[in-house]
Protein backbone atom coordinates (compact mmCIF):
# COMPACT_ATOMS: atom_id res chain seq x y z
CA UNK A 1 0.00 0.00 0.00
CA UNK A 2 1.44 3.24 -0.71
CA UNK A 3 2.13 5.49 2.05
CA UNK A 4 -0.33 8.46 0.24
CA UNK A 5 -3.37 6.07 1.59
CA UNK A 6 -1.91 5.71 4.88
CA UNK A 7 -3.30 8.83 5.81
CA UNK A 8 -5.00 7.82 9.60
CA UNK A 9 -3.68 9.18 12.65
CA UNK A 10 -5.51 6.93 14.61
CA UNK A 11 -7.70 3.57 13.99
CA UNK A 12 -10.52 2.92 16.15
CA UNK A 13 -12.84 -0.43 15.59
CA UNK A 14 -16.17 -0.50 17.28
CA UNK A 15 -18.71 1.98 16.75
CA UNK A 16 -21.27 1.95 19.23
CA UNK A 17 -21.92 5.11 21.20
CA UNK A 18 -18.67 4.64 23.34
CA UNK A 19 -16.56 4.30 19.73
CA UNK A 20 -18.75 6.55 17.80
CA UNK A 21 -17.91 9.72 20.88
CA UNK A 22 -13.95 8.73 20.98
CA UNK A 23 -14.10 8.86 17.47
CA UNK A 24 -15.73 12.08 16.89
CA UNK A 25 -13.29 13.86 20.36
CA UNK A 26 -10.32 12.95 18.35
CA UNK A 27 -11.22 14.34 15.40
CA UNK A 28 -11.84 17.21 17.00
CA UNK A 29 -8.13 17.67 18.65
CA UNK A 30 -6.73 17.39 14.99
CA UNK A 31 -6.16 13.35 14.17
CA UNK A 32 -7.18 11.71 11.36
CA UNK A 33 -9.20 8.77 12.25
CA UNK A 34 -10.11 5.47 10.28
CA UNK A 35 -13.19 3.73 11.14
CA UNK A 36 -14.06 0.12 11.23
CA UNK A 37 -16.68 -2.06 12.65
CA UNK A 38 -18.07 -5.70 12.40
CA UNK A 39 -20.89 -4.90 10.91
CA UNK A 40 -19.90 -2.54 8.33
CA UNK A 41 -22.66 -1.35 6.96
CA UNK A 42 -22.62 0.76 10.34
CA UNK A 43 -19.22 2.03 8.99
CA UNK A 44 -21.10 3.79 5.89
CA UNK A 45 -24.02 5.02 8.22
CA UNK A 46 -21.42 6.84 10.55
CA UNK A 47 -19.75 8.09 7.68
CA UNK A 48 -22.59 9.58 5.89
CA UNK A 49 -24.15 11.17 9.11
CA UNK A 50 -22.04 12.13 12.71
CA UNK A 51 -18.56 11.31 10.87
CA UNK A 52 -19.81 14.12 8.20
CA UNK A 53 -16.86 16.82 7.28
CA UNK A 54 -14.53 15.53 9.81
CA UNK A 55 -11.18 13.73 9.96
CA UNK A 56 -12.44 10.92 9.82
CA UNK A 57 -12.22 7.39 6.97
CA UNK A 58 -13.87 4.69 7.22
CA UNK A 59 -12.58 1.12 6.47
CA UNK A 60 -14.63 -1.32 4.67
CA UNK A 61 -12.28 -4.45 5.62
CA UNK A 62 -9.68 -5.20 8.47
CA UNK A 63 -7.12 -5.18 5.65
CA UNK A 64 -8.17 -1.45 4.71
CA UNK A 65 -8.20 -0.89 8.14
CA UNK A 66 -4.86 -1.22 8.66
CA UNK A 67 -3.44 -0.11 5.28
CA UNK A 68 -4.93 3.59 6.32
CA UNK A 69 -3.13 3.78 9.59
CA UNK A 70 0.56 5.46 9.44
CA UNK A 71 3.26 3.51 10.95
CA UNK A 72 3.47 2.50 14.32
CA UNK A 73 0.03 1.98 13.43
CA UNK A 74 -1.99 3.14 16.29
CA UNK A 75 -5.14 1.14 17.02
CA UNK A 76 -7.93 1.17 19.63
CA UNK A 77 -11.08 -1.38 19.72
CA UNK A 78 -14.09 -0.65 21.40
CA UNK A 79 -15.98 -3.84 20.83
CA UNK A 80 -17.71 -6.08 23.87
CA UNK A 81 -15.16 -7.54 26.70
CA UNK A 82 -14.50 -11.02 26.30
CA UNK A 83 -13.82 -13.65 23.11
CA UNK A 84 -14.23 -9.92 20.48
CA UNK A 85 -11.08 -8.44 21.64
CA UNK A 86 -9.70 -11.81 21.11
CA UNK A 87 -11.12 -12.15 17.61
CA UNK A 88 -10.09 -8.72 16.53
CA UNK A 89 -6.56 -9.84 17.64
CA UNK A 90 -6.29 -12.42 15.58
CA UNK A 91 -7.91 -10.76 12.93
CA UNK A 92 -5.39 -7.75 13.10
CA UNK A 93 -2.80 -10.08 12.94
CA UNK A 94 -3.53 -12.63 10.63
CA UNK A 95 -5.31 -10.41 7.83
CA UNK A 96 -4.76 -6.91 8.61
CA UNK A 97 -0.93 -7.45 8.60
CA UNK A 98 -0.17 -5.79 11.46
CA UNK A 99 3.75 -5.60 12.27
CA UNK A 100 6.00 -5.38 14.68
CA UNK A 101 5.77 -1.97 16.72
CA UNK A 102 2.53 -1.46 16.05
CA UNK A 103 0.23 -0.44 18.65
CA UNK A 104 -3.26 -2.47 20.27
CA UNK A 105 -5.75 -0.26 22.53
CA UNK A 106 -8.09 -2.07 24.24
CA UNK A 107 -10.82 0.90 25.39
CA UNK A 108 -13.60 -2.15 26.58
CA UNK A 109 -14.63 -3.03 30.08
CA UNK A 110 -12.09 -6.19 29.95
CA UNK A 111 -11.42 -8.14 32.75
CA UNK A 112 -7.62 -7.27 33.96
CA UNK A 113 -6.70 -11.10 33.92
CA UNK A 114 -7.62 -11.11 30.42
CA UNK A 115 -5.18 -8.11 29.43
CA UNK A 116 -2.34 -9.76 31.42
CA UNK A 117 -2.75 -12.63 29.06
CA UNK A 118 -3.17 -10.64 26.08
CA UNK A 119 -0.19 -8.23 26.84
CA UNK A 120 2.24 -10.94 27.54
CA UNK A 121 1.16 -12.74 23.93
CA UNK A 122 1.29 -10.02 22.03
CA UNK A 123 4.64 -8.71 23.41
CA UNK A 124 6.06 -12.13 22.49
CA UNK A 125 5.36 -11.13 18.17
CA UNK A 126 6.86 -7.45 18.97
CA UNK A 127 3.17 -6.28 19.32
CA UNK A 128 2.28 -3.11 21.91
CA UNK A 129 -0.91 -4.01 23.48
CA UNK A 130 -2.46 -1.61 25.78
CA UNK A 131 -5.68 -2.15 27.91
CA UNK A 132 -7.26 0.77 29.47
CA UNK A 133 -9.85 2.12 31.13
CA UNK A 134 -12.66 4.48 29.61
CA UNK A 135 -15.13 6.22 31.75
CA UNK A 136 -17.61 8.98 31.48
CA UNK A 137 -20.53 7.58 29.41
CA UNK A 138 -21.39 8.86 26.11
CA UNK A 139 -20.87 12.69 27.13
CA UNK A 140 -17.29 12.01 28.80
CA UNK A 141 -16.04 9.94 25.52
CA UNK A 142 -17.43 13.15 23.20
CA UNK A 143 -16.24 15.78 25.16
CA UNK A 144 -13.39 14.13 27.64
CA UNK A 145 -13.43 10.85 29.72
CA UNK A 146 -10.78 9.52 32.03
CA UNK A 147 -8.56 7.39 30.49
CA UNK A 148 -6.30 4.54 32.22
CA UNK A 149 -4.23 3.07 30.20
CA UNK A 150 -1.65 0.28 31.07
CA UNK A 151 0.04 -2.69 29.58
CA UNK A 152 3.07 -2.99 27.40
CA UNK A 153 4.79 0.51 28.25
CA UNK A 154 6.55 0.68 25.32
CA UNK A 155 4.02 2.10 23.56
CA UNK A 156 3.13 4.92 26.07
CA UNK A 157 5.06 7.91 24.40
CA UNK A 158 3.44 6.75 20.83
CA UNK A 159 -0.19 6.97 21.83
CA UNK A 160 0.17 9.62 24.98
CA UNK A 161 -0.79 12.74 22.45
CA UNK A 162 -4.22 11.07 20.91
CA UNK A 163 -5.14 9.78 24.56
CA UNK A 164 -3.84 12.81 26.68
CA UNK A 165 -5.66 14.94 23.80
CA UNK A 166 -8.96 13.61 24.02
CA UNK A 167 -9.25 13.25 27.71
CA UNK A 168 -10.81 15.28 30.25
CA UNK A 169 -8.63 17.73 31.93
CA UNK A 170 -8.93 19.30 35.74
CA UNK A 171 -6.93 22.14 36.35
CA UNK A 172 -5.17 21.63 33.01
CA UNK A 173 -3.38 18.69 33.86
CA UNK A 174 -4.79 15.47 31.68
CA UNK A 175 -7.03 12.93 33.11
CA UNK A 176 -5.06 10.31 31.67
CA UNK A 177 -1.55 9.04 32.64
CA UNK A 178 0.52 6.04 32.48
CA UNK A 179 -1.10 3.81 35.29
CA UNK A 180 1.16 0.81 35.00
CA UNK A 181 2.33 -3.07 33.39
CA UNK A 182 -0.02 -5.55 31.90
CA UNK A 183 -3.67 -5.18 33.67
CA UNK A 184 -2.82 -2.32 35.37
CA UNK A 185 -5.27 0.26 33.55
CA UNK A 186 -8.43 -1.83 33.37
CA UNK A 187 -7.36 -2.81 36.92
CA UNK A 188 -7.78 0.29 38.19
CA UNK A 189 -11.13 1.02 36.38
CA UNK A 190 -12.38 -1.79 37.74
CA UNK A 191 -11.45 -0.31 41.25
CA UNK A 192 -13.21 2.69 39.84
CA UNK A 193 -15.91 0.98 38.65
CA UNK A 194 -16.65 -0.34 42.81
CA UNK A 195 -15.83 2.60 44.09
CA UNK A 196 -18.91 3.90 41.82
CA UNK A 197 -21.17 1.51 43.27
CA UNK A 198 -20.57 2.59 46.94
CA UNK A 199 -20.65 6.31 46.19
CA UNK A 200 -23.89 5.44 44.61
CA UNK A 201 -25.16 3.13 47.46
CA UNK A 202 -24.24 5.98 49.85
CA UNK A 203 -26.44 8.14 48.27
CA UNK A 204 -28.99 5.90 48.29
CA UNK A 205 -28.92 5.38 52.01
CA UNK A 206 -28.96 8.81 52.42
CA UNK A 207 -32.37 9.21 50.61
CA UNK A 208 -34.12 6.48 52.63
CA UNK A 209 -33.26 7.99 55.61
CA UNK A 210 -34.08 11.53 54.07
CA UNK A 211 -37.57 9.83 53.01
CA UNK A 212 -38.54 7.43 55.10
CA UNK A 213 -37.11 8.66 58.48
CA UNK A 214 -37.37 12.55 57.71
CA UNK A 215 -40.59 12.36 55.64
CA UNK A 216 -39.15 15.35 53.44
CA UNK A 217 -40.47 15.91 49.38
CA UNK A 218 -38.31 15.11 46.75
CA UNK A 219 -37.87 18.66 46.26
CA UNK A 220 -37.24 19.23 49.42
CA UNK A 221 -34.30 16.04 48.87
CA UNK A 222 -33.66 17.72 45.76
CA UNK A 223 -32.70 21.09 47.67
CA UNK A 224 -30.79 19.42 50.04
CA UNK A 225 -28.17 17.66 47.47
CA UNK A 226 -28.29 21.06 45.49
CA UNK A 227 -26.86 22.53 49.29
CA UNK A 228 -24.26 19.28 48.98
CA UNK A 229 -23.63 20.02 46.07
CA UNK A 230 -21.61 23.17 46.94
CA UNK A 231 -19.88 21.61 50.18
CA UNK A 232 -17.07 18.73 50.58
CA UNK A 233 -19.96 16.29 48.46
CA UNK A 234 -19.84 18.25 45.34
CA UNK A 235 -19.53 15.46 42.68
CA UNK A 236 -21.09 14.37 39.42
CA UNK A 237 -23.39 11.54 41.57
CA UNK A 238 -24.51 14.64 44.21
CA UNK A 239 -25.51 17.22 41.06
CA UNK A 240 -27.29 14.18 38.98
CA UNK A 241 -28.76 12.44 42.28
CA UNK A 242 -30.27 16.52 42.79
CA UNK A 243 -31.91 16.71 38.98
CA UNK A 244 -33.32 13.32 39.30
CA UNK A 245 -35.19 13.96 42.85
CA UNK A 246 -35.93 17.25 41.07
CA UNK A 247 -37.28 15.04 37.89
CA UNK A 248 -41.09 15.52 37.46
CA UNK A 249 -43.06 13.07 35.10
CA UNK A 250 -45.71 14.75 32.85
CA UNK A 251 -48.30 14.04 35.33
CA UNK A 252 -46.30 16.14 37.56
CA UNK A 253 -45.15 13.58 40.04
CA UNK A 254 -41.49 12.77 40.44
CA UNK A 255 -41.00 9.81 38.34
CA UNK A 256 -38.29 8.71 40.54
CA UNK A 257 -41.05 7.43 42.77
CA UNK A 258 -42.35 5.21 39.90
CA UNK A 259 -39.28 3.40 39.27
CA UNK A 260 -38.62 -0.48 40.30
CA UNK A 261 -36.81 -0.34 43.23
CA UNK A 262 -34.76 -3.53 41.93
CA UNK A 263 -30.55 -2.91 41.05
CA UNK A 264 -29.08 -4.41 38.08
CA UNK A 265 -25.64 -4.72 37.74
CA UNK A 266 -22.84 -5.26 34.94
CA UNK A 267 -20.14 -7.35 36.82
CA UNK A 268 -17.27 -4.78 37.65
CA UNK A 269 -18.56 -4.07 40.99
CA UNK A 270 -18.71 -7.68 41.98
CA UNK A 271 -14.83 -8.81 40.30
CA UNK A 272 -13.59 -5.76 42.37
CA UNK A 273 -15.31 -7.28 45.46
CA UNK A 274 -14.11 -10.93 44.45
CA UNK A 275 -10.65 -9.38 43.98
CA UNK A 276 -10.28 -7.70 47.26
CA UNK A 277 -11.65 -11.43 48.67
CA UNK A 278 -8.72 -13.07 46.57
CA UNK A 279 -6.26 -10.65 47.87
CA UNK A 280 -7.65 -10.46 51.52
CA UNK A 281 -8.46 -6.96 51.59
CA UNK A 282 -11.01 -5.77 53.81
CA UNK A 283 -12.98 -3.63 51.21
CA UNK A 284 -16.00 -3.58 52.81
CA UNK A 285 -17.53 -0.84 51.21
CA UNK A 286 -17.32 -1.95 47.80
CA UNK A 287 -18.76 -5.17 48.93
CA UNK A 288 -21.56 -4.19 51.03
CA UNK A 289 -22.68 -2.15 47.87
CA UNK A 290 -22.85 -4.75 45.52
CA UNK A 291 -24.79 -7.18 47.95
CA UNK A 292 -26.76 -4.27 48.46
CA UNK A 293 -28.04 -4.60 45.23
CA UNK A 294 -28.67 -8.28 45.03
CA UNK A 295 -30.59 -7.90 48.00
CA UNK A 296 -32.75 -5.38 46.39
CA UNK A 297 -33.35 -7.64 43.03
CA UNK A 298 -34.94 -9.61 45.01
CA UNK A 299 -38.10 -7.80 44.84
CA UNK A 300 -40.78 -10.42 45.54
CA UNK A 301 -39.50 -12.17 48.31
CA UNK A 302 -38.90 -8.64 50.07
CA UNK A 303 -42.76 -7.82 49.11
CA UNK A 304 -43.65 -11.15 51.10
CA UNK A 305 -40.86 -10.40 53.61
CA UNK A 306 -42.07 -6.82 54.06
CA UNK A 307 -45.99 -8.62 55.83
CA UNK A 308 -44.06 -11.08 57.92
CA UNK A 309 -41.20 -9.38 59.47
CA UNK A 310 -41.81 -6.37 61.59
CA UNK A 311 -39.48 -3.86 63.11
CA UNK A 312 -39.86 -0.23 64.01
CA UNK A 313 -41.55 2.76 62.28
CA UNK A 314 -39.26 6.04 61.79
CA UNK A 315 -39.91 8.73 64.14
CA UNK A 316 -38.00 11.75 64.06
CA UNK A 317 -37.98 14.31 66.53
CA UNK A 318 -35.49 17.42 67.17
CA UNK A 319 -33.53 19.40 65.09
CA UNK A 320 -34.01 18.34 61.36
CA UNK A 321 -31.57 20.50 59.81
CA UNK A 322 -28.67 19.37 62.60
CA UNK A 323 -29.63 15.86 61.75
CA UNK A 324 -29.36 16.70 57.69
CA UNK A 325 -25.87 17.95 58.66
CA UNK A 326 -24.96 14.75 60.36
CA UNK A 327 -25.89 12.97 56.96
CA UNK A 328 -24.24 15.02 54.99
CA UNK A 329 -21.09 13.95 57.19
CA UNK A 330 -22.38 10.52 57.33
CA UNK A 331 -22.16 10.58 53.75
CA UNK A 332 -18.93 12.00 53.89
CA UNK A 333 -16.97 10.20 56.53
CA UNK A 334 -18.40 6.96 54.53
CA UNK A 335 -16.63 8.32 50.97
CA UNK A 336 -13.42 8.66 52.97
CA UNK A 337 -13.49 5.69 54.12
CA UNK A 338 -14.05 3.81 51.17
CA UNK A 339 -11.86 5.41 49.05
CA UNK A 340 -9.23 4.46 51.36
CA UNK A 341 -9.99 0.97 51.10
CA UNK A 342 -9.86 0.86 47.35
CA UNK A 343 -6.59 2.84 47.64
CA UNK A 344 -5.42 0.04 50.50
CA UNK A 345 -6.49 -2.68 47.70
CA UNK A 346 -4.79 -0.86 44.63
CA UNK A 347 -1.62 -1.13 47.06
CA UNK A 348 -1.83 -4.31 48.02
CA UNK A 349 -2.59 -5.63 44.14
CA UNK A 350 0.50 -3.68 43.01
CA UNK A 351 2.61 -5.39 45.33
CA UNK A 352 0.74 -8.93 44.63
CA UNK A 353 1.22 -8.47 40.62
CA UNK A 354 4.32 -6.45 40.60
CA UNK A 355 2.86 -3.39 38.88
CA UNK A 356 4.43 0.11 39.84
CA UNK A 357 1.04 1.84 40.50
CA UNK A 358 1.26 5.81 40.90
CA UNK A 359 -1.57 6.76 43.30
CA UNK A 360 -1.34 10.33 42.98
CA UNK A 361 -1.82 9.92 39.41
CA UNK A 362 -4.82 7.65 39.79
CA UNK A 363 -6.28 10.08 41.64
CA UNK A 364 -5.59 12.94 39.66
CA UNK A 365 -7.28 10.22 36.41
CA UNK A 366 -9.99 10.49 38.39
CA UNK A 367 -10.58 13.77 39.52
CA UNK A 368 -12.31 14.75 36.11
CA UNK A 369 -14.50 13.20 32.87
CA UNK A 370 -15.49 10.25 34.83
CA UNK A 371 -18.37 9.10 36.97
CA UNK A 372 -16.98 9.07 40.54
CA UNK A 373 -15.04 12.88 39.24
CA UNK A 374 -15.72 15.43 42.72
CA UNK A 375 -13.93 17.76 44.44
CA UNK A 376 -13.12 15.30 46.91
CA UNK A 377 -10.54 13.39 44.64
CA UNK A 378 -8.57 17.29 44.41
CA UNK A 379 -7.95 16.38 48.11
CA UNK A 380 -6.93 12.75 47.49
CA UNK A 381 -4.66 13.47 45.09
CA UNK A 382 -2.95 16.32 47.13
CA UNK A 383 -2.65 14.05 50.11
CA UNK A 384 -0.57 11.06 47.76
CA UNK A 385 1.68 13.84 45.47
CA UNK A 386 2.36 15.27 49.34
CA UNK A 387 3.45 11.59 50.03
CA UNK A 388 3.22 9.24 47.63
CA UNK A 389 3.98 6.69 50.08
CA UNK A 390 1.05 7.11 52.37
CA UNK A 391 0.63 3.81 53.83
CA UNK A 392 -3.22 5.10 54.42
CA UNK A 393 -5.18 7.76 53.34
CA UNK A 394 -6.81 8.06 56.59
CA UNK A 395 -3.09 8.64 58.07
CA UNK A 396 -2.85 11.94 56.33
CA UNK A 397 -3.36 15.17 58.03
CA UNK A 398 -6.42 16.33 56.07
CA UNK A 399 -8.43 13.40 55.54
CA UNK A 400 -8.12 12.53 59.54
CA UNK A 401 -8.85 15.68 60.47
CA UNK A 402 -11.97 15.84 58.30
CA UNK A 403 -13.18 11.81 59.87
CA UNK A 404 -12.81 13.00 63.01
CA UNK A 405 -14.85 16.00 62.62
CA UNK A 406 -17.38 13.91 60.66
CA UNK A 407 -17.25 11.20 63.32
CA UNK A 408 -20.25 12.25 65.82
CA UNK A 409 -23.09 12.63 62.73
CA UNK A 410 -21.85 9.54 61.07
CA UNK A 411 -22.21 7.75 64.45
CA UNK A 412 -25.85 9.44 65.02
CA UNK A 413 -26.97 8.56 61.86
CA UNK A 414 -25.93 4.88 62.01
CA UNK A 415 -27.56 4.73 65.24
CA UNK A 416 -30.74 6.12 64.01
CA UNK A 417 -30.97 3.90 61.02
CA UNK A 418 -30.66 1.09 63.24
CA UNK A 419 -33.58 2.51 65.97
CA UNK A 420 -35.66 3.35 62.92
CA UNK A 421 -35.27 0.11 61.26
CA UNK A 422 -33.99 1.94 58.02
CA UNK A 423 -31.06 -0.25 55.86
CA UNK A 424 -27.31 1.45 56.18
CA UNK A 425 -25.34 -1.33 54.90
CA UNK A 426 -22.73 1.13 53.70
CA UNK A 427 -22.73 3.47 56.29
CA UNK A 428 -22.68 1.02 58.80
CA UNK A 429 -19.90 -1.11 57.45
CA UNK A 430 -17.76 1.85 57.00
CA UNK A 431 -18.26 2.96 60.50
CA UNK A 432 -17.55 -0.57 61.66
CA UNK A 433 -14.18 -0.76 59.44
CA UNK A 434 -13.28 2.53 61.35
CA UNK A 435 -13.68 1.62 64.55
CA UNK A 436 -12.03 -1.85 63.76
CA UNK A 437 -9.23 -0.40 61.89
CA UNK A 438 -8.23 2.09 64.57
CA UNK A 439 -8.43 -0.66 67.25
CA UNK A 440 -4.96 -2.06 68.56
CA UNK A 441 -7.02 -4.80 70.05
CA UNK A 442 -9.75 -6.68 68.34
CA UNK A 443 -11.46 -9.80 69.51
CA UNK A 444 -9.60 -11.93 66.80
CA UNK A 445 -7.59 -13.58 69.87
CA UNK A 446 -10.49 -15.30 70.91
CA UNK A 447 -11.34 -16.59 67.33
CA UNK A 448 -8.03 -18.15 67.24
CA UNK A 449 -8.62 -19.90 70.33
CA UNK A 450 -11.29 -21.46 69.02
CA UNK A 451 -9.68 -22.58 65.82
CA UNK A 452 -6.87 -24.29 67.76
CA UNK A 453 -9.93 -25.53 70.26
CA UNK A 454 -11.60 -27.44 67.72
CA UNK A 455 -9.03 -27.66 65.03
CA UNK A 456 -5.84 -27.51 66.70
CA UNK A 457 -5.15 -24.48 63.75
CA UNK A 458 -2.37 -23.35 66.51
CA UNK A 459 -1.78 -19.11 67.58
CA UNK A 460 0.76 -17.39 68.45
CA UNK A 461 1.30 -15.92 72.06
CA UNK A 462 1.67 -11.88 72.25
CA UNK A 463 5.17 -11.01 72.82
CA UNK A 464 4.77 -9.24 75.93
CA UNK A 465 3.22 -12.75 77.65
CA UNK A 466 5.77 -14.93 75.88
CA UNK A 467 8.17 -17.64 77.83
CA UNK A 468 9.80 -20.60 77.54
CA UNK A 469 5.99 -22.42 77.20
CA UNK A 470 4.39 -20.39 74.63
CA UNK A 471 7.56 -19.27 73.11
CA UNK A 472 7.58 -16.01 70.83
CA UNK A 473 7.00 -15.91 67.11
CA UNK A 474 5.90 -19.81 67.44
CA UNK A 475 2.50 -21.77 66.51
CA UNK A 476 1.25 -23.11 69.50
CA UNK A 477 -1.61 -25.20 70.22
CA UNK A 478 -2.94 -25.86 73.68
CA UNK A 479 -4.71 -28.99 74.92
CA UNK A 480 -7.94 -27.18 75.66
CA UNK A 481 -10.08 -29.94 77.14
CA UNK A 482 -7.31 -32.67 78.66
CA UNK A 483 -8.78 -35.13 76.07
CA UNK A 484 -7.73 -33.85 72.79
CA UNK A 485 -4.09 -35.09 71.46
CA UNK A 486 -1.30 -32.66 71.28
CA UNK A 487 -0.63 -32.94 67.33
CA UNK A 488 -1.58 -29.55 65.71
CA UNK A 489 -2.48 -28.66 62.32
CA UNK A 490 -0.51 -27.67 59.53
CA UNK A 491 -0.76 -23.97 59.31
CA UNK A 492 -1.22 -22.17 56.33
CA UNK A 493 -3.32 -18.81 55.19
CA UNK A 494 -5.79 -19.36 52.66
P1 LIG B 1 -21.48 -4.87 15.72
O1 LIG B 1 -21.91 -3.48 15.44
O2 LIG B 1 -21.10 -5.59 14.48
O3 LIG B 1 -22.49 -5.62 16.56
C1 LIG B 1 -20.34 -3.00 20.90
O4 LIG B 1 -21.29 -4.01 20.95
C2 LIG B 1 -19.38 -3.20 19.75
O5 LIG B 1 -18.81 -4.51 19.84
C3 LIG B 1 -20.00 -3.10 18.37
O6 LIG B 1 -19.11 -2.43 17.55
C4 LIG B 1 -20.17 -4.56 17.97
O7 LIG B 1 -20.14 -4.79 16.58
C5 LIG B 1 -18.95 -5.16 18.59
N1 LIG B 1 -19.12 -6.59 18.82
C6 LIG B 1 -20.00 -7.20 19.62
N2 LIG B 1 -19.85 -8.52 19.58
C7 LIG B 1 -18.87 -8.77 18.71
C8 LIG B 1 -18.24 -9.95 18.22
N3 LIG B 1 -18.60 -11.16 18.67
N4 LIG B 1 -17.25 -9.82 17.32
C9 LIG B 1 -16.87 -8.60 16.92
N5 LIG B 1 -17.41 -7.45 17.33
C10 LIG B 1 -18.39 -7.53 18.21
Redesign the pocket.
Same mark, same amino acid.
Given at each position: MSSETAVGDFGLI #???VM #?QNLILNAADHGFTVVAF???VS?VDRFLENEAKGKSIVGAHSIKEFCSKLKKPRRMMM???AG??VD??IELLLNEGGIEEGDIIIDGGNSHYPDTNRRTQYLAAKGIRFVGTGVSGGEEGARYGPSIMPGGNAEAWPYIKDVLQGISAKSDGEACCQWVGDEGAGHYVKMVHNGIEYGDMQLICEAYDIMKRGLGLSNKEMGDIFSQWNKGVLDSFLIEITRDILYFNDEDGSPLLEKIMDSAGQKGTGKWTAINALDLGMPVTLIGESVFSRCLSSLKQERGRASKLLSGPTPNFTGDKQKFIDDLEQALYASKIISYAQGFMLMQNAAKEYKWKLNKPEIALMWRGGCIIRSVFLKDITTAYRNNPELENLLFDDFFNKAIHNAQEGWRNVVAKGALWGLPTPCFSTALSFYDGYRAENLPANLLQAQRDYFGAHTFKIKPEFANEKYPEGKDIHVNWTGRGGNVSASTYNA
Open positions: #GLA #GNRTKLVMKPDF
